[in-house]
């Protein structure tokens, strides 16, 4: 090892850790010279006060100013996934009662398949029956709603005039209620714009 | 699930993945561990509280807006650092052009050319923003990284305040190893020289 002094280099490469395969050397050095030790020294005082320099903050309301700015894109694989998460529920229990709950119905459904396939006469007067019943349901249930409304004369004048008559009847209402819908609209807006 | 996951102690990349999925949470989380050191960064560089708020709020909208495009073989910080040092950089290279020298033209020859062409500045008050200025920056160290060049102030910063290693700086900063080095090595020089003086 030569006897000299540290280069200014030198030092900054101690302090950094660093001085590659010299750096054995530059450290047997510091260890007896005390001119390069003291130097070392006042040169390490600087690091330590840089390395105490505090991070200063911003405003108390910078996030808020930057996520107000910031565009939060959820890709659709990810809400997809996200709402059928949210069907699931929370606790173990409820899971469990969900989860017997679904494989009884599916049980049920399956052998109502099954046995379907089987018998495939049965189904079709079932199916007709089924579907009887439920046109006669919702028939009646129109029918009353509109003797209700209009009173049985009208009932009995609308159905004189068979389906055509029926469709141009059901128009008119369905588009007395569309413009009612939009003249609603229309005041809700110019209302809120005056409050505005 | 997300809303379950202990943000605060999750890795930068899957926090990345995390926003990269859309997730509010996450953009925030990064926002939180991000913002003072960024800040900091930017407020050593400019040295006005106000312009390095709106800076930082610059870099952050940059980084979080783009967020699809991380590529994870980068560090988030570092990303995040090197959109924040080319914002406050460029700011400072057009503040230096619109600069107006407010002590006579350098082209004045005498002293009457020199009045004539100097700017006078009415005496104010100090403002509370510029009180707390002058309460953050105002040591005598803060001072000397005040007369250090950008390049040098942004090197010095990401050394010893954020730890980070010359390689990382070079890296961040689009700079090669050598010249990360130098530019260390002369601040340090320079703020020891302006230091010296107090520690006498």
């Known amino acids: ?30 260890d007896t010279c005390a001119e390069c030790k003291a130097e070392l020294t006042r040169r390490s005082e600087l690091s330590r006060e840089l390395e105490h320099l505090p991070h200063l903050g911003p405003a108390p309301l910078f996030s808020y100013r930057v996520m107000s700015q910031v565009q939060v ?27 017997v709950t679904a494989v009884m119905i599916a049980t049920v459904m399956t052998m109502a398949g099954i046995w379907a396939a089987l018998n495939t006469e049965s189904a079709w007067l079932f199916a007709e029956v ?7 349901g919702v028939l009646g249930s129109i029918k009353g709603a509109l003797e209700t409304v209009f009173g049985r004369d009208a009932l009995n004048a609308l ?38 | 699930m997300a809303p379950f996951l202990d943000l605060v102690n999750l890795p930068d990349a899957d926090l990345v993945a995390l926003a990269q999925q859309g997730r509010e949470a996450a953009y925030r989380e990064i926002l939180r561990r991000y913002e003072r050191p960024v800040f900091s960064l930017i407020f050593r560089m400019v040295r006005d509280r106000e312009t ?29 650092f090197k959109i924040a040092n ?3 950089i460029d700011h400072l290279r057009k503040r230096h052009v619109d600069t107006i020298s407010m002590d006579g033209s350098p082209h004045a020859r005498t002293a009457a050319e020199i009045e004539a062409t100097s700017i006078e500045i009415a005496a104010k008050q100090e403002t509370a923003l510029e009180e707390m200025e ?32 010359y390689e990382e700086i070079a890296t961040t900063l ?12 002369r601040a340090r020089h320079q703020l020891r020289e302006a230091l010296e003086p107090t520690r006498e």
């Open chain 1, 159 to 196: 159905e004189g005039t068979g389906v055509t008559g029926t469709l141009v009847a059901a128009s008119i209402v369905v588009g007395v209620i569309l413009v009612a819908a939009i003249g609603f609209r229309v005041v809700a807006l110019a209302s809120r714009r005056r409050r505005s």
């Open chain 2, 52 to 80: 390095a708020e709106d800076l930082a709020q610059d870099s952050f909208i940059k980084v979080l807006n783009h967020i699809d495009r991380y590529r994870p073989e980068f560090k988030l910080s570092s990303w995040l």
């Open chain 2, 134 to 165: 002058n309460r953050e920056l105002g040591s005598a160290i803060e001072r000397a990284i005040a007369q250090l060049r950008p390049e040098y102030k942004a090197c010095i910063m990401l050394r010893h305040v954020e730890g980070r290693s």
């Open chain 2, 86 to 88: 080319n914002v406050a």
């Open chain 1, 130 to 136: 089924g579907v009887k019943r439920v046109r006669a």
């Open chain 1, 73 to 99: 894109f959820e890709p659709w694989h990810v809400a997809l996934r996200d709402s059928v998460r949210r069907l699931v529920p929370q606790t173990k229990a409820a899971r469990w009662i969900a989860g």
């Open chain 1, 1 to 30: 090892m030569e006897h000299r002094h540290l280069l200014p280099d030198e030092f900054e490469d101690i302090l950094d850790g660093d001085g590659g395969d010299h750096a054995p050397a530059l450290r047997e050095h510091l």
């Open chain 2, 174 to 185: 689009d700079l090669p190893l050598g010249t990360v080095k130098t530019y260390i090595h």
